[in-house]
């Protein structure tokens, strides 16, 4: 619960240094209908990629001979459309938050130019403070990816084994799309910090706070997530162990009652 805190803890000194009096008017560009495309595109590919995942299971359960290799074929290739779609989008959220950074570069460039010492140094904590709070935000996002990325790799491994890993891959579908809401939202905070180096409007400061909680709960569903893919995983597994056992034994008590006739 502790690191899910911090990213609250971070945003809050960097609306503190947003509350200073000093400020340059360096007011960067702005296009606030990129984020809501985003918005909009991102909910018509999840509703895409939801019918899909429906479908193909529909599929699956229909096509009782689809066993073995040729479900987990099917599976892949099912695995593959998806992660394009979802690389699509998140290549958008990548465009932004690099325009953002762009952004935060731009406003440390003209700070440079400010003569008043004083002015120059609170206006550089004040981007340092934003920078600081992204990276926070940016860091959990990456630590979890990673962990998903990791877990798929063992999915994948299992699958190709027999063993029925379609509710782990449900889980970590759930934890893909909290992950990619999160990244949404941390290009949407971007884009408020980086604007200039002004203080932040009463507005800016309350979407911000909001933004940094609904960040923080994405974060955690999206790590619970993929804790219940690796207790289904777990399940699977056993499952399948246990099936193998009872048709050795079986198998083997076959063959001993042959063996006395």
């Known amino acids: 619960m502790k690191k899910y805190v911090g990213f609250v803890v971070v945003l809050l000194l960097a609306l503190s240094f947003a509350n200073m009096a000093y400020a340059v008017d360096i007011a960067a560009e702005d296009n606030p209908n990129r984020l809501k495309e985003l918005r909009e595109k991102r909910a018509a590919r999840e509703l895409e990629i939801k019918k899909e995942r429906e479908a193909f299971k ?21 695995k593959e459309n998806i992660k394009e779609k979802r690389s699509e989008v998140r ?18 460039a003209k700070i440079k130019e400010e003569k008043d010492i004083t002015k120059a140094k609170v206006l550089e904590a004040r981007i340092e403070g934003r920078e600081q709070a992204l990276l926070r935000f940016d860091a959990a996002v990456e630590r979890i990816n ?9 999915i994948e491994k299992f ?6 890993v379609s509710a782990a891959e449900d889980f970590v579908a759930t934890a893909e ?28 400061k309350t979407k911000l706070r909001t ?42 008590s076959t063959d001993t009652n042959n063996s006395s006739e």
């Open 159 to 164: 699958d190709a084994k027999g063993v029925d």
């Open 58 to 78: 529909a599929e699956i359960k229909a096509s009782g001979e689809v066993r073995g290799k040729d479900l987990r074929e099917k599976r892949l290739e099912f």
């Open 211 to 252: 933004l940094a909680q609904e960040i923080q709960t994405l974060v955690k569903d999206a790590h619970k997530a993929l804790g219940d893919a690796v207790k289904a995983l777990r399940e699977a597994v056993k499952a399948k162990v246990e099936a193998e056992a009872k048709v050795k034994a079986s198998t083997e």
């Open 91 to 108: 290549g958008d959220i990548k465009t932004l938050r690099d325009t953002a950074k762009q952004k935060m570069a731009d406003l440390r």
């Open 177 to 204: 799309t909290k992950l990619s809401d999160a990244e949404e939202k941390i290009a949407e905070a971007n884009d408020i910090l980086a604007k200039s180096t002004n203080q932040l409007s009463a507005e800016d």
């Open 146 to 154: 990673k962990f998903k990325d990791k877990l798929n790799e063992h």
